[in-house]
């Protein structure tokens, strides 16, 4: 420095940056903090509370407590667990570190020492308790299974590799894959938190050579021995998990490949790793890592050979040459134990050879079959019951419109029956207070019910029960519905005895326009004082529900109201079927009480650990034309076994859950019954109404077939080759999906009488077509099951849920759906009559395509509906349409379809009505010339609007436009002629009758010169 120029100025002090006061906790940021984590508090408390109040009132808070004293035990030992093991064994790293650091003390370390110093306690216990935190929040979703497992029950059946009980599969297995699940954690965490602890105290060194101290030496030892035991026992239950995983084509379940090679393997990995960690544990005491070391290279080098490149090698070079021969065993286990799990171990198989060919008199013999024909399509009749029942615009109906079976003057008859609900969105917009959508519009009213197979003579359903109040043959029940799908969000009902009622009821011109009610039933929890208010208040975030005053001391909040919510929500370990159904029943069995409108939902146990059963996404499989809009509420979203345990029924008026045992048998449905005594009904408490009511399910009929479009070969050799795979038709009357794909056709209920089968009885049913290409699709094989469970209370009827199968041999070919639609499309005189009725302002919908196994063969039947343009606008039955091979029939009435199918008579034993133009709303049949008659007029004024449309066309020039209103004017006529003549055939209509007021038909016009004919 002495060449420096400035050499005697002293050094001086760097700048430093100007200081600024610390920003603290200010009162008012104080103040709002404590106001948010008061407001949390309150939101969270009120949600916690009110569903203690909700399940109260449905006397199920043992389900709302037992899930969360289960999902709080799971978090918080996982929470403890994690916390204590990994904190201690941090703490006893820090106690056992050196006095100086191995090598001399590092600037580096030192700097994070001082730095830890202060937040040790923090980071020891609290890290640790976050891990251990999210853990068990991860594993929470998972308290079904130890619940499960604390009431377990033996199924009495064991697995064919290791002779287990299914049991084990089922409630064990998947315990302990999470005990194993959360050590592996503990350990691996505590491992690596250990190491860290040491390097950062100096009992770990690392450069200029590696050292260890004896405590840090014999905790990571000793560590590492307890993980290499867990991972260990995670290979010991590995060949138990082999049977229960999808190991894809051919099935799932252990194969060859899995028994031969992986389970020994796996057997042998776990070995090692117990060898491994005795080496751990003598290099934590000896001072020697190069065992444990070599140890684990072994384990690594084993797992990557025998549990990897072994089975690979195996599956490549031995089993795929040989693959039918080696497999079948194995895909042997896993037909039968599909068979078992999903309930198909006794379907019935009948080689069906269907004839195609047509004779006069072909269906004299299947009356029963013939009677029942369905010609009101729910899935489509739903806006024709919306225009002519809804009665006001603030009542609606489901979209899709369900299918039972109602006593009516002593005769079984199908029924399809729709509930007037409660549509707030209908309100006129000067209607849209919160006052009416919560306090007065509170229900909807009553039922409507049509016979499935009759319409009148305008093509409309003929109903048996409507109006409002409803009348006819249901006879006297309570029809207010306040528990429904469509339900609103939450009303508030009841008042003191003697209040003047302010619930609109229903409407009555008689009345002033209205009559109104009182809700009487215990439906929802009480908001009559100041705290519960205060908390409904804060849940649905409306202050009205505070301060209105409509609100009483007996006012009660009615919300969750979706009957499957409901359900789900009382029974959470159950699987819910798509489709709740209403049924109007004698529920207690006392017939001097009115019956009750109910929901009735299918519920099913499910499991997806049954050993060597076929996995099938429950979703997919169910899902179909039917189903597009429709949620499933699913347990499990993957499968491998299933059962209808439970039979669940909400009231509509006051929304009581009962639950019913239906499978008096299952292990899973046994074992929730020891969790919950009490919540499940037996069967005997089911009474004979509610029982004539029940039903076999859709959605595990849609499981069971789309197993037995494979699963109907029971022989593994021919399993394997699949040379006779079917698959579910497409639904021939759907549109595309935006991936391209068809949705496939849905299941339909029928009452009809299979081959062999003693008596004609309500059935499920669905068809199969070949396998392979989309493009093909031959008739393979026809599915019904007995969907019948008869009247007898407590008791189901013998037959009930037998599956029986039509499998068609290969040598006889009859149309499948997608091949009959064709047909009907491709034939001349349909075509024509279709395009005829689909002119501008009409629209024609083709209706469910049904199959039934009758005349020998399969008969096709499919309504055609046509409808019109406009807000008023909805669906009535036109034309019926059948087929049988290669022989169609097109008319107004199923009769005179058959017996064009049939060579001009079928012989078919047919209800009153089967038609558009039979009776009109009486059913007798008796007025068949009136509607004729009516289609002729309606004919005649079609020509007559045609020639006033080419008249003005021809005005204006429009010669294209004249051409075409020229073709519709012909058309018109030649349908006039075709009912002329077939009227006939049966009547002289007077000249009156055909009298139209049409003005005279003009010659063609001139086109002036020089104008090109068009």
């Not at 980071?123 to 377990?152: E, S």
């Not at 199908?414 to 917009?429: F, K, M, P, S, W």
């Not at 009902?493 to 809700?519: C, H």
């Not at 558009?916 to 068949?928: I, K, R």
């Amino acid at each position: 420095m002495s060449g420096f120029p400035f050499q005697g100025f002293p050094e001086q002090p760097r700048p430093q940056k100007p200081s600024h006061p610390k920003k603290g906790m200010t009162p008012f940021r104080i103040t709002i903090l404590v106001l948010v984590i008061l407001g949390a508090f309150i939101y969270v408390a009120s949600d916690l509370w009110t569903q203690v109040l909700w399940f109260n009132q449905l006397e199920a808070q043992r389900v709302l407590w037992t899930k969360w004293l289960s999902i709080l035990a799971i978090v918080a030992v996982a929470t403890v667990v994690n916390a204590t093991i990994v904190g201690l064994n941090m703490n006893w790293a820090h106690k056992k570190r050196p006095r100086s650091m191995l090598g001399g003390r590092s600037e580096s370390l030192m700097q994070y020492q001082e730095k830890m110093t202060s937040l040790r306690r923090v980071i020891f216990w609290g890290v640790p308790l976050v891990i251990g935190l999210f853990t068990g929040l991860g594993l929470a979703a998972d308290w079904r299974q130890i619940i499960m497992w604390m009431n377990r029950t033996p199924f009495g059946v064991t697995d064919p590799q290791f002779n287990t009980d299914v049991s084990f599969y089922v409630f064990t297995l998947p315990l302990l894959k999470m005990i194993l699940s959360l050590f592996t954690t503990v350990f691996v965490v505590s491992l690596l938190a250990s190491i860290v602890v040491h390097y950062l105290y100096g009992a770990i060194q690392v450069a200029p050579r590696f050292r260890v101290t004896r405590p840090a030496r014999r905790q990571v030892g000793i560590l590492a021995a307890i993980l290499s035991l867990v991972v260990g026992l995670r290979y010991w239950i590995a060949p138990y998990r082999a049977l229960v995983e999808t190991t894809g084509s051919p099935s799932d379940g252990a194969l060859y490949t899995q028994v031969n090679a992986y389970i020994p393997a796996q057997l042998i990995l776990a070995v090692i790793s117990v060898l491994v960690a005795i080496l751990f544990v003598v290099a934590a005491f000896r001072g020697t890592w190069h065992l444990p070391v070599a140890g684990v290279a072994v384990t690594v080098v084993s797992a990557l050979v025998l549990g990897m490149a072994y089975p690979a090698l195996i599956q490549q070079f031995k089993v795929r040459p040989n693959e039918r021969a080696l497999q079948s065993p194995y895909i042997q286990r896993n037909i039968d134990a599909t068979l078992a799990a999903y309930d198909l171990e006794d379907v019935e198989v009948q080689t069906y050879a269907a004839r195609t060919d047509t004779a006069t008199g072909q269906l004299r013999d299947d009356a029963a079959s013939t009677q029942q024909i369905r010609l009101i399509d729910p899935d489509i009749i739903s806006p024709t019951v919306r225009q002519l029942k809804q009665s006001r615009s603030y009542y609606t109906f489901e979209d899709q419109l369900n299918v039972d079976r109602y006593e009516i003057d002593g005769q079984k008859r199908d029924t399809v029956i729709a509930v007037r609900e409660i549509d707030l969105e209908g309100l006129d917009n000067n209607e849209q207070n919160w006052v009416n959508r919560h306090t007065i519009f509170t229900h909807g009213y009553g039922v409507v019910a049509a016979y499935g197979n009759r319409v009148d003579s305008k093509g409309e359903p003929q109903w048996w029960e409507d109006g409002i109040p409803s009348t006819g043959d249901v006879g006297e029940y309570e029809q207010r519905v306040y528990f429904s799908p469509n339900s609103p969000e939450y009303s508030i009902v009841g008042a003191p005895e003697g209040s003047d009622p302010l619930e609109l009821d229903y409407p009555d011109e008689q009345s002033g326009g209205q009559v109104p009610t009182t809700f009487d039933g215990d439906g929802g929890p009480s908001i009559g004082n100041f705290f519960n208010k205060l908390l409904f208040a804060i849940k649905f975030q409306s202050t009205n529900i505070f301060f209105a005053s409509q609100i009483n001391s007996e006012s009660q909040i009615l919300y969750d109201r979706d009957p499957a919510l409901r359900v789900s929500k009382v029974a959470p370990y159950l699987t819910l079927d798509r489709r709740p159904y209403p049924a109007v029943v004698d529920v207690d069995g006392d017939p001097s009480t009115p019956k009750r409108l109910v929901w009735i939902v299918d519920a099913y146990t499910t499991s997806n650990h049954y050993p060597y059963a076929q996995h099938v996404n429950v979703s997919a499989a169910t899902a179909d034309a039917s189903t597009q809009d429709s949620a499933l509420y699913a347990a499990q979203p993957n499968i491998n076994y299933m059962r209808n345990s439970v039979k669940a029924v909400v009231d509509a008026y006051d929304g009581s859950v009962s639950l019913y045992q239906w499978d008096e048998e299952d292990p899973i449905l046994k074992s929730w019954m020891k969790t919950f005594p009490g919540q499940v009904k037996p069967l005997a408490d089911i009474s004979g109404d509610l029982m004539a009511h029940l039903r076999y399910p859709q959605d595990l009929f849609k499981v069971q077939r789309s197993l037995l479009a494979a699963y109907h070969v029971t022989e593994a050799g021919d399993f394997y080759t699949g040379g006779d795979r079917w698959r579910l038709s497409e639904n021939p009357t759907s549109v595309r999906n935006v991936d391209g794909s068809t949705p496939v056709q849905p299941p339909y209920y029928l009452t009809m009488q299979m081959p062999g089968q003693e008596s004609a009885e309500f059935s499920l049913t669905s068809v199969f077509v070949p396998g392979g290409r989309a493009d093909r699709e031959p008739m393979a094989g026809f599915l019904a099951v007995d969907s019948e469970t008869g009247s007898e209370a407590g008791k189901v009827r013998e037959g009930y849920g037998q599956l029986r199968l039509l499998a068609l041999p290969s040598s006889t070919t009859v149309p499948g759906p997608g091949q009959v639609q064709n047909n009907f499309n491709a034939n001349a005189e349909i075509a024509r009559e279709l395009n005829l009725m689909d002119q501008e302002g009409s629209e024609v919908i083709l209706g469910n395509l049904l199959t039934l196994p009758v005349g020998g063969g399969l008969l096709y039947v499919q309504p055609v509906y046509l409808q019109g343009t406009g807000s008023t606008k909805y669906p009535v039955l036109r034309k019926v349409m059948t087929a049988f091979g290669d022989s169609v029939g097109f008319s107004e009435t199923l009769e005179g379809a058959l017996d064009m199918t049939f060579k001009g008579d079928s012989a078919a034993e047919l209800a009153e009505g089967t038609g558009s133009t039979d009776g009109s709303g009486s059913g007798d049949g008796e007025d068949l010339d009136l509607s004729t008659q009516q289609k002729l007029t309606s004919a005649l004024q079609g020509a007559r609007d045609a020639i006033i449309a080419g008249e003005d066309a021809m005005k204006a020039g429009d010669w294209a436009e004249y051409g075409k209103q020229q073709q519709r004017l012909q058309n018109y006529l030649t349908q006039a002629l075709r009912l002329q003549n077939e009227l006939d055939t049966q009547t002289q209509l007077s000249p009156e009758e055909l009298t139209v007021d049409a003005p005279e038909p003009t010659a063609a016009p001139t086109e002036p010169e020089g104008t090109a004919a068009k």
